[in-house]
């Protein structure tokens, strides 16, 4: 039983026997106002049939009185009482139409009650004209005084019957008075009723609801829970939805601790003060402390005295507010030795507590130093001796003294070729390394968006014209805050992959608009396109877009294999570097294509810089 049955159990129950109570309670009333009612008609009824017997002796010896001693006051007596008895004859008839019996008796009263008065009024009228002798008033009298005692006993019957039917309701009265202490009785035990119920009921809901209370006590603390209740009522319900999301905390927190506890970076939480309070067991492998040995301690005590001021403010900047917050330092081991980590730092406000993920940056810092010293090595021991080869082959192609015979010049121009090749490779690796490592600073002023489009346009005139391609122009023209070069760059690069890829005589379009505080930039080729599986790879370095567009549509498409394969060389890195450098104006590159229905590349900067 749920716990809406169980509250209409409790409402319906006092509820019925109060609907009981107070049909019958209305019944008695009823019944009492009926007999009040019947009391007050035969109090009527008695009242003017007594008055109506009083008039009819009245008039009589009024009349009489005349006849025998002819008073003029005597006469006006008789008048007055005479025309009151049609008036108590009409409230009789209203007083007894309702009843039958009543209403027969009435009519035998009405008839003599005229007899009477009619033999009344000739009485007074002989009276008053002097025709009724002395001797003759009694004979009159006798006959009057028949007709009256007919009034009056008609009157008497009335009365008795009127009597009758009041005392015939004698038995609902003593059933009123039998039934009022079983009513009283009865409300007694509604009340009692009510309240054991509404205990009952709350009783038990509220038990329930402490247990759940309990529960949800013993689940805070981490305890083990009550076992759960048993019923199909709403409480029931919540007690099982409860236990299982119990579980389900429990299987999460479970695992969770598992992750952190085998987690081979350094989790560690730490207080407002800078102090750790929970450090997982990784610690000991990579810093070598035991965690027990660094709970307590300010993590100011374990980083290296160089980084510790600029850690400080991170540590600082990351509790004041809930945004997570990266540093990279170095941190004392116990044997003494410096680890290079990076700290991922998240503040908590509801629990004033800093969590911490520390990685191991050491291999990274270690690839870095690599990449550096490679970098300096190409620029030392590649891109200065390619300069002088490349200087040396111009030379030689430019003595007239010793002119070079056809063979000779050729091979010397192919050298002069693959060197310029080398060394646009490593100028490319090091503008990729540069951008990459954010060493590669802009040189942001205000520049127009038709100048960018100029320069471009100009960069790649010669290559679309041998190509005999098109480029379509849509630009809004706008000022931007960039560094204009950089973005020529991009644009070049993007024209010359969409000249290159297109087939002869196609068409090209550049298009540059406003978006909100954005400058957008597209070009559509109408080339053989790539595949979806290539285009998350075509921003990478050394990627090139002959490796991902051959396809059946490149193989089909209607450009010469020779000058495909002679426009397709190049580094594979452009792209890449077309990318890092929209990113480093705090903007977005991507691409839209589908094969056989050319590409889009796209990028958008912000206007303001």
């Known amino acids: 039983m749920n716990i809406a049955q169980r509250g209409l159990i409790l409402v319906a129950v006092p509820l019925v026997f109060e609907l009981v109570f107070v049909g019958s309670l209305w019944m008695l009333m009823k019944s009492a106002d009926d007999e009040s009612r019947r009391a007050d008609h035969a109090k009527a009824v008695m009242a003017h049939t007594t008055y109506l017997g009083k008039l009819i002796y009245e008039s009589m010896s009024n009349a009489v009185s005349l006849a025998y001693h002819g008073k003029p006051e005597t006469s006006l007596l008789y008048r007055q009482v005479a025309q009151e008895v049609p008036k108590e004859i009409e409230k009789l008839r209203q007083l007894t139409k309702d009843s039958p019996k009543q209403e027969s008796l009435f009519k035998l009263i009405e008839v003599e009650t005229g007899l009477t008065m009619r033999k009344m009024e000739a ?146 939480s730490l207080d407002a003060d800078g102090r750790f309070v929970a450090v997982n067991p990784a610690v000991k492998e990579s810093w070598l402390y035991e965690p027990e040995d660094l709970v307590g301690r300010r993590v100011a005590d374990v980083i290296s005295d160089d980084d510790r001021s600029e850690a400080g403010k991170a540590f600082s900047s990351a509790m004041s507010g809930d945004t997570a917050a990266a540093i990279e330092t170095r941190v004392q081991r116990a044997d003494g030795t410096a680890l290079d980590v990076l700290w991922s730092m998240t503040w908590s406000e509801a629990d004033k507590t800093l969590f911490c993920v520390v990685l191991d940056n050491s291999q990274r810092k270690e690839v870095e130093r690599l990449k550096q010293t490679f970098a300096n090595m190409v620029a030392h021991d590649l891109r200065s001796p390619l300069t002088s080869i490349l200087g040396t082959l111009h030379v030689l192609q430019e003595d007239k003294g010793t002119p070079l015979d056809k063979d000779a010049l050729a091979k010397i121009q192919r050298m002069e070729r693959v060197a310029e090749r080398l060394l646009k490779l490593v100028n490319d690796l090091l503008e990729v390394q540069a951008l990459g490592r954010g060493k590669e600073k802009l040189r942001l002023r205000e520049t127009s968006t038709g100048f960018l489009i100029e320069q471009a346009m100009a960069a790649v005139e010669a290559l679309a014209q041998g190509r005999e391609i098109k480029v379509k122009e849509e630009t809004e023209i706008f000022d931007l805050n960039a560094d204009g070069d950089r973005l020529v760059q991009v644009l070049v690069n993007l024209l010359s992959n969409a000249i290159r890829f297109s087939p002869e005589s196609e068409e090209i379009l550049l298009r540059v608009k406003k978006e909100n505080s954005s400058a957008h930039f597209s070009v559509q080729d109408r080339g053989p396109g790539i595949a979806l599986e290539f285009q998350s790879e075509i921003f990478e370095p050394f990627k090139q877009i002959k490796q991902i567009k051959e396809t059946k549509e490149t193989k089909d498409s209607k450009i010469p294999k020779e000058k495909r394969k002679k426009s397709e060389e190049g580094t594979g890195l452009g792209l890449a570097i077309s990318k890092a450098i929209i990113e480093a104006h705090g903007g977005e590159m991507g691409v839209e294509s589908e094969p056989g229905k050319g590409a889009r590349f796209w990028f958008s900067v912000p206007i303001s810089g």
């Open 123 to 268: 009485l007074y009228q002989n009276v008053e004209a002097g025709t009724m002798e002395p001797l003759m008033v009694m004979p009159w009298v006798e006959k009057i005084r028949r007709n009256s005692h007919v009034v009056i006993t008609a009157t008497r019957d009335l009365n008795m019957e009127v009597m009758r039917e009041t005392q015939g309701n004698r038995s609902s009265i003593e059933t009123r008075a039998y039934l009022q202490p079983f009513l009283i009785g009865g409300i007694v035990v509604n009340i009692v009723l009510s309240v054991l119920l509404a205990v009952f009921f709350s009783k038990g809901i509220t038990m329930r609801l402490a247990i759940l209370a309990e529960n949800s006590a013993l689940l805070a603390a981490g305890q083990p829970l009550k076992r759960r209740l048993f019923g199909d009522d709403e409480i029931s319900q919540l007690d099982r939805a409860f236990h299982k999301m119990a579980n389900a905390l429990t299987a999460a927190v479970r695992k969770e601790r598992a992750v952190v506890e085998k987690a081979r970076d350094v989790i560690c």
